[in-house]
């Protein structure tokens, strides 16, 4: 599985849009970007993944560069509740073996202020 | 509710003890994972059940660890004559068949210590 770089923290004020940046310039073909958070005290999350194009759904938008070498997962208008530690994974659909064990890296820790 | 669900949420118990951690997948979910999370790390696989084929023990750290899973239904994981290095957040998910291996729902965890 390609690696991911992501900065390890990150601010954002109440209400604004927060785009936080993954580096996975060894992405091959057939791998996805997927995003996780995990709120404090809870498990992880599952946000949005993507292939090659941009996507969005109710919780975020996900900008994938046309290289694929990095990404950008957006929260429109920010609230304190999405104060959390965000993962970016890459991997193939399936994962790199018949089981899909997720293996979160440290991610980056968004904290929304007032 | 509909989604996982751990029990207990929060487990204290002495060097030596055994505990059993409880996991109820969202039902219909056939595929069932468990993780560990020590403070401030990331996940870090235990086991993995897919169905009625035979589980994926790669990431037990030790024969203290073993889990079991009913169907596809609950499943615990038992540690025995616990360690304080086992003292660490035990998460379990859940996937629906069919679904990429990497949309996991996960249940809020059961914090372990062990003193």
């Known amino acids: 599985d390609a690696k991911t770089t992501q900065p390890t923290s990150m601010d954002c004020a109440e209400g604004r849009a927060a785009n936080l940046p993954c580096n996975h310039s060894?992405?091959?073909?057939?791998?996805?970007v997927y995003w996780y958070r995990q709120i404090h005290s809870q498990g992880p999350q599952y946000i949005i993944h993507g292939l090659k194009n941009n996507e969005t759904n109710e919780m975020a938008s996900l900008i994938i560069t046309e290289d694929r070498k990095s990404s950008t997962l957006i929260l429109p208008h920010a609230t304190l509740r999405d104060t959390a530690v965000y993962y970016c994974?890459?991997?193939?659909?399936?994962?790199?073996?018949?089981?899909?064990?997720?293996?979160f890296g440290q991610g980056t820790t968004l904290q929304v202020k007032p | 509710g509909a989604g996982v669900s751990q029990s207990p949420s929060n487990k204290v118990t002495e060097k030596g003890k055994d505990v059993e951690l409880r996991c109820d997948p969202i039902s219909g979910h056939t595929a069932l994972y468990w993780y560990r999370q020590r403070l401030g790390q990331g996940l870090e696989f235990l086991i993995y059940?897919?169905?009625?084929?035979?589980?994926?023990k790669s990431g037990l750290p030790s024969d203290r660890f073993s889990a079991e899973r009913t169907g596809e239904s609950v499943s615990t994981l038992t540690i025995q004559r616990t360690q304080q290095e086992d003292s660490a957040v035990y998460l379990c998910a859940s996937r629906a068949q069919g679904a990429s291996y990497n949309e996991q729902f996960f249940g809020p965890g059961t914090r372990l210590t062990v003193l």
């Open positions: 059940f897919q169905g009625n084929s035979a589980p994926d």
């Open positions: 994974i890459v991997r193939s659909r399936h994962g790199s073996s018949n089981t899909g064990k997720l293996i």
């Open positions: 060894t992405i091959s073909g057939n791998e996805y």
